[in-house]
């Protein structure tokens, strides 16, 4: 089981960036996908997630409106396209999954990628 994150970078504030998600070695399209961010000496932080269908999704209060997480089942991606970034959204950045449902606890997820650092300028 494998879950590679990719997509961060050096931003702007202001600036957009995507993140992708490539899962393999289980059925991705039976698992919700979520991201989580975690800053330096901060706890690790639900940012969204989506179901295992793509038919809910689910923002923390700090990225709605202005971040966006899709999926690809055929492709088993998940994505996190993050507009309008912020100092504050600097941060590692997590994709998770756990079967079926989405839920923002990351107690609940079975598997987690590796991580990729988004970083944001003033």
């Known amino acids: 089981v494998q879950l590679q994150a990719s997509g961060g970078g050096l931003v702007q504030a202001g600036d957009s960036l995507r993140l992708s998600c490539v899962a393999s070695?289980?059925?991705?399209?039976?698992?919700?996908m979520a991201w989580f961010r975690q800053a330096t000496g901060k706890e690790r932080e639900f940012v969204t997630a989506?179901?295992?269908?793509?038919?809910?999704?689910y923002y923390a209060d700090s990225a709605k409106g202005r971040f966006t997480i899709s999926r690809d089942n055929a492709r088993n991606t998940a994505y996190l396209q993050m507009n309008s970034l912020k100092p504050e959204d600097t941060a590692a950045y997590y994709c998770?999954?756990?079967?079926?449902?989405?839920?923002?606890?990351?107690?609940?997820?079975?598997?987690w990628g590796q991580g990729t650092l988004v970083t944001v300028s003033s």
């Open positions: 998770a999954a756990k079967t079926l449902l989405a839920t923002r606890s990351w107690l609940d997820y079975h598997y």
């Open positions: 070695g289980f059925t991705f399209s039976n698992y919700g």
């Open positions: 989506i179901t295992w269908s793509g038919g809910s999704t």
